[in-house]
């Protein structure tokens, strides 16, 4: 129906009320024109067409002042140009006597509040509206006299105005659809509703920086702060929870609940950021019309992004123009590829060229001139750490013994890929995707290892494409979509299951229960929950058919390559009967680490006078060492919470305590992290268990959090004693060349207190530090200045490594890591009651008390 030259005018004089349309084509079905009108609450009585009067459709009493008919034409002419989709919220413009860009503006809020939970069905909410219309203008009102950049109206008088509106709903619906509108407007911090385009015309999409803890719906779990994009094609919105935040953006194909989706995301980002100086963020974008590209839905969401996000020109904070900012200075905006998006960082990066945004193609990492992901293999190797120490704490060397696996993904996915190349000794038995189901029961090693590491080089390879000639008996591939699927005998064997033939669905969820060594998760879904969960607090609809319970594994142990595969209540389970599992946010943390380390190369690298060439080179030569740097981060970190689990029984007494002072201190919510509640403390005290490895994982990644916080609040990150740990940081190749522009980066007190916060935790385990707190009234600060004089006595990091290099069983070197943790947290403490004072007399004191513990 677009057309725009269509011109709409009303004529109505008592008896003829009619809407005249020139087309300077032929005009659409009547249809349709039709059901324009009926979206204004306008039926169409009859129609007709001379050369005089032109295309006249007639209406009964409109009842409309000319001032409102002309709206409703405007709105009409708007539509048929293609500015706007007619839909039920055009009814205000005739009840309220509104614009058409005010009726969006209404639709953009409604839709976001769905989306927070409000519960009610659009047709539902715009009834209620339509009914107030008083409240509708005087919500409009308070919009403008806040964010208009040209108004100076009583901002605290239409606030009251709204809010006797809300006291004089009637009804609970009615009150709670107009109390969520009021607090979405005072909730919203900046919007670029009053910027215009480059022609000088309004934006043909909005989009809104949001505070999320003043929004009258809120979870359990609240955003720092959100950005709702909405537009007639796409919606989405970017979820922070704090300043300084990263995380991917997602194409979610869950159009009523993506917001719920990226919530779970964000969290799981939080702790998953624990290693890295921002803290998490995530977003998702989905699609409002089955003909827009992808790639040009995502371009709206990023401009949404960046219109309300300030920019930095000559060191100094540009807030957007045509943009009220009540909230401050806030630049840092970066992002990142996820599912769906995996080929858009140039494309968002290519935007915030055209915004001439600060960060550059620092702001979406993984570019043509970042890190490919895929190609270092980097997420899978660091899950492969968590694979590798799982096993051989159970005695199992999996370079040189064979091992079974049943995986979730394909050979062409980066995480899965990677993952199954990264030993000569798997035997892939089973695997699915979306698409299809793989059954090998007694796979070759090496020439299954060949055979994948084809596909893996194979574009947008799928299991389809595996050679049958080189699956073992009984074995095959099978499309999702297959009526029933045969089970021979060496297909049950494998899989432990009696039924000779089975639906997809049922084969899934036979192949997530097989009996092997490793589930190694490399998709996308959340396929495993607690007994006690239901399907529902999952999170997942698209995987309820196939989901199975944690008591049904019969794996011994599970890598985390992609998020979310388990629920957090899962893995716990799974790990009180015996399996080993750490968490998706510890097993996948080293894609989120290169990504960082990417963007504050590049923020180095830009602030100086290198040519983009050399920058682009330095960048490259410096990949192996970036990824060494990110993978012995990991390999702390799983090493950290093998030695907590070691002694989970003696230490929950103490990791009792942390969780409270999480709670207190950081909000933690244990309910919300998966951590036990005060009962189950109480029921593994009687029997002599501690937290679980997923548990421990939780306390690690907060605790460095609240840590980190603590010290950057503090002059730790300043102190002569930690004044290295800048240049540690970055590669040497690349310090040599800008180490002005290091000493001067903008978060450089935040690579600092994340560095001294991750070494502090990862060595002395979580819960320590708060432990001295308690004992002797000092603070975080203290305890890090004084772990420093002791690492320094020690020699700590040749100390450390010399136990993690010696040939020993896991056991033994565990044992032996837990001795030096003891020692370490004994003269830390000394140090800390004596005072660090003179360094030589401090040394004298460490040598003597280690003498006396030695004898």
């Known amino acids: 129906m677009q057309n725009s030259a269509a011109r709409v005018s009303f004529d109505a004089d008592g008896l003829n009320n009619h809407a005249q349309i020139q087309w300077p084509a032929q005009p659409p079905l009547l249809a349709d024109v039709c059901a324009m009108f009926e979206s204004f609450g306008l039926r169409v009585a009859s129609y007709h067409h001379s050369d005089d009067a032109g295309h006249c459709y007639e209406f009964g009493d409109l009842s409309l002042s000319d001032a409102t008919r002309d709206l409703v034409a405007q709105a009409c002419?708007?539509?048929?140009?293609?500015?706007?989709?007619?839909?039920?919220?055009?009814?205000?413009?005739?009840?309220?006597?509104?614009?058409?860009?005010?009726?969006?503006?209404?639709?953009?809020?409604?839709?976001?509040?769905?989306?927070?939970?409000?519960?009610?069905?659009?047709?539902?909410?715009?009834?209620?509206?339509?009914?107030?219309?008083?409240?509708?203008?005087?919500?409009?009102?308070?919009?403008?006299?806040?964010?208009?950049?040209?108004?100076?109206?009583?901002?605290?008088?239409?606030?009251?105005?709204?809010?006797?509106?809300?006291?004089?709903?009637?009804?609970?619906?009615?009150?709670?659809?107009?109390?969520?509108?009021?607090?979405?407007?005072?909730?919203?911090?900046?919007?670029?509703?009053?910027?215009?385009?480059?022609?000088?015309?309004?934006?043909?999409?909005?989009?809104?920086?949001?505070?999320?803890?003043?929004?009258?719906?809120?979870?359990?779990?609240?955003?720092?702060?959100?950005?709702?994009?909405?537009?007639?094609?796409?919606?989405?919105?970017?979820?922070?929870?704090?300043?300084?935040?990263?995380?991917g953006l997602r194409w979610s194909n869950r159009a009523e609940d993506f917001r719920t989706e990226v919530l779970g995301l964000m969290k799981t980002q939080a702790v998953k950021n624990a290693p890295i100086v921002p803290t998490g963020a995530k977003g998702a974008?989905?699609?409002?019309?089955?003909?827009?590209?992808?790639?040009?839905?995502?371009?709206?969401?990023?401009?949404?992004?960046?219109?309300?996000?300030?920019?930095?020109?000559?060191?100094?904070?540009?807030?957007?123009?045509?943009?009220?900012?009540?909230?401050?200075?806030?630049?840092?905006?970066?992002?990142?590829?996820?599912?769906?998006?995996?080929?858009?960082?140039?494309?968002?990066?290519?935007?915030?060229?055209?915004?001439?945004?600060?960060?550059?193609?620092?702001?979406?990492?993984?570019?043509?001139?970042?890190?490919?992901?895929?190609?270092?293999?980097?997420?899978?190797?660091?899950?492969?750490?968590?694979?590798?120490?799982?096993?051989?704490?159970?005695?199992?060397?999996?370079?040189?013994?064979?091992?079974?696996?049943?995986?979730?993904?394909?050979?062409?996915?980066?995480?899965?890929?990677?993952?199954?190349?990264?030993?000569?000794?798997?035997?892939?038995?089973?695997?699915?995707?979306?698409?299809?189901?793989?059954?090998?029961?007694?796979?070759?090693?090496?020439?299954?290892?060949?055979?994948?590491?084809?596909?893996?080089?194979?574009?947008?390879?799928?299991?389809?494409?595996?050679?049958?000639?080189?699956?073992?008996?009984?074995?095959?591939?099978?499309?999702?979509?297959?009526?029933?699927?045969?089970?021979?005998?060496?297909?049950?064997?494998?899989?432990?299951?009696?039924?000779?033939?089975?639906?997809?669905?049922?084969?899934?969820?036979?192949?997530?229960?097989?009996?092997?060594?490793?589930?190694?998760?490399?998709?996308?879904?959340?396929?495993?929950?607690?007994?006690d969960e239901t399907d529902a607090?999952?999170?997942?609809?698209?995987?309820?058919?196939?989901?199975?319970?944690?008591?049904?594994?019969?794996?011994?142990?599970?890598?985390?390559?992609?998020?979310?595969?388990?629920?957090?209540?899962?893995?716990?389970?799974?790990?009180?009967?015996?399996?080993?599992?750490?968490?998706?946010?510890?097993?996948?943390?080293?894609?989120?680490?290169?990504?960082?380390?990417?963007?504050n190369l590049k923020i180095a690298l830009d602030s100086g006078n290198i040519a983009t060439a050399q920058r682009n080179k330095l960048l490259a030569d410096a990949t192996d060492d970036v990824a060494a740097r990110v993978l012995a981060d990991n390999a702390d970190q799983i090493l950290a919470i093998s030695m907590a689990a070691a002694e989970a029984g003696s230490l929950l007494e103490r990791h009792v305590r942390l969780i409270s002072n999480l709670q207190d201190v950081a909000g933690v919510d244990p309910d919300v992290e998966g951590l036990p509640s005060k009962q189950e403390l109480d029921r593994r005290r009687l029997v002599g268990l501690g937290l679980t490895r997923p548990e421990i994982a939780v306390l690690l990644a907060q605790s460095k959090n609240l840590v980190s916080q603590e010290l950057l609040a503090s002059d730790v990150p300043d102190h002569e004693m930690f004044v290295g740990r800048l240049a540690q940081y970055f590669p040497a190749g690349i310090a040599e060349h800008v180490w002005a522009e290091i000493a001067n980066h903008p978060l450089r007190r935040e690579i600092v207190a994340t560095s001294v916060a991750g070494e502090l935790i990862n060595r002395v385990g979580p819960g320590t530090i708060y432990r001295m707190q308690e004992r002797l009234s000092v603070s975080t600060a203290d305890v890090a200045m004084a772990y420093a004089t002791v690492r320094d006595i020690l020699d700590l990091d040749n100390l450390w490594s010399e136990v993690l290099t010696g040939k020993t069983d896991e056991t033994q070197r565990i044992q032996a890591l837990l001795e030096i943790r003891e020692l370490l947290e004994h003269l830390t403490s000394w140090v800390v009651r004596n005072g660090a004072g003179n360094r030589d007399r401090v040394s004298a004191a460490v040598s003597r008390l280690m003498a006396v513990s030695s004898s």
């Open 285 to 531: 974008f989905v699609l409002r019309s089955a003909t827009v590209d992808p790639a040009d839905g995502y371009r709206t969401f990023i401009r949404g992004l960046l219109d309300v996000t300030d920019n930095i020109v000559d060191g100094t904070v540009r807030h957007p123009d045509r943009t009220v900012c009540p909230d401050g200075d806030d630049a840092y905006l970066v992002v990142a590829a996820d599912k769906g998006t995996a080929t858009f960082s140039d494309l968002a990066n290519s935007i915030a060229a055209e915004y001439d945004f600060w960060l550059g193609d620092a702001f979406a990492s993984g570019g043509s001139a970042g890190y490919d992901h895929k190609a270092m293999g980097i997420t899978a190797r660091g899950a492969w750490l968590s694979v590798r120490r799982h096993f051989a704490e159970a005695g199992h060397d999996i370079d040189v013994d064979p091992f079974t696996v049943a995986g979730i993904g394909d050979m062409s996915g980066d995480v899965f890929g990677n993952g199954m190349l990264l030993s000569h000794n798997i035997k892939l038995v089973a695997a699915f995707d979306h698409r299809h189901i793989f059954l090998d029961p007694n796979p070759d090693p090496e020439t299954s290892y060949v055979e994948r590491e084809r596909l893996f080089r194979l574009p947008r390879s799928s299991w389809q494409d595996y050679d049958p000639a080189l699956i073992s008996a009984g074995g095959g591939v099978w499309p999702r979509t297959a009526k029933s699927i045969p089970l021979s005998e060496q297909a049950r064997a494998s899989l432990g299951v009696q039924a000779t033939e089975c639906t997809p669905d049922e084969l899934i969820s036979a192949v997530l229960r097989a009996p092997v060594d490793l589930l190694w998760n490399g998709g996308v879904g959340t396929y495993v929950r607690a007994d």
């Open 77 to 247: 002419e708007a539509a048929i140009a293609g500015r706007w989709n007619v839909d039920r919220y055009a009814m205000l413009i005739a009840a309220a006597g509104i614009d058409w860009r005010r009726a969006v503006l209404i639709r953009a809020a409604c839709r976001f509040l769905r989306q927070t939970g409000l519960g009610f069905s659009e047709d539902y909410i715009v009834e209620s509206l339509v009914a107030a219309p008083d409240f509708v203008n005087a919500l409009l009102t308070l919009f403008d006299a806040r964010f208009n950049p040209g108004t100076d109206a009583d901002i605290e008088q239409a606030d009251r105005d709204v809010a006797g509106l809300v006291e004089a709903a009637t009804s609970l619906d009615d009150d709670r659809i107009r109390r969520a509108l009021h607090a979405f407007v005072t909730a919203t911090l900046r919007t670029n509703w009053f910027q215009v385009g480059a022609d000088g015309q309004p934006k043909d999409y909005v989009s809104f920086k949001i505070d999320s803890s003043r929004l009258s719906i809120t979870g359990p779990v609240v955003p720092y702060r959100e950005i709702f994009v909405h537009s007639d094609t796409v919606e989405g919105v970017h979820l922070r929870s704090g300043a300084i935040a990263r995380g």
């Open 537 to 599: 607090e999952a999170q997942d609809k698209a995987n309820d058919r196939v989901r199975v319970t944690a008591s049904q594994l019969r794996c011994k142990v599970i890598g985390e390559g992609g998020n979310l595969g388990l629920t957090q209540q899962a893995r716990i389970a799974f790990a009180l009967n015996g399996g080993r599992v750490n968490a998706d946010f510890i097993d996948n943390a080293a894609g989120v680490a290169t990504s960082d380390l990417e963007v």
